[in-house]
């Protein structure tokens, strides 16, 4: 499951799928579903979006933090 997990971090902004995933570790796709199924308790697309939206939210954030630092420097 770490090398799942280190899949996802690494390249969820990619063109990522479970069956890439299932390959690179050598496993069928539908047994890479069950196991991320049973570990997270969620299926691998519901993994992928959120983590998609929550690196966009933090990016997000981040930039406003970067602009509004600038503006009280001035």
């Given at each position: 499951i770490y090398?799942?997990?280190a899949?996802?971090?690494e390249n969820y902004s990619d063109n990522?799928?479970?069956d890439l995933i299932a390959k690179k570790v050598n496993i069928s796709s539908?047994?890479?579903?069950r196991i991320i199924k049973n570990h997270y308790?969620?299926?691998f697309?519901?993994?992928l979006t959120t983590k998609r939206i929550n690196m966009?939210?933090?990016t997000n954030y981040l930039q406003l933090t970067m602009m509004t630092s600038c503006i009280f420097v001035e």
């Open positions: 090398k799942i997990d899949m996802i971090n990522l799928s479970l539908r047994q890479l579903s308790g969620c299926t697309i519901k993994i966009k939210i933090v």
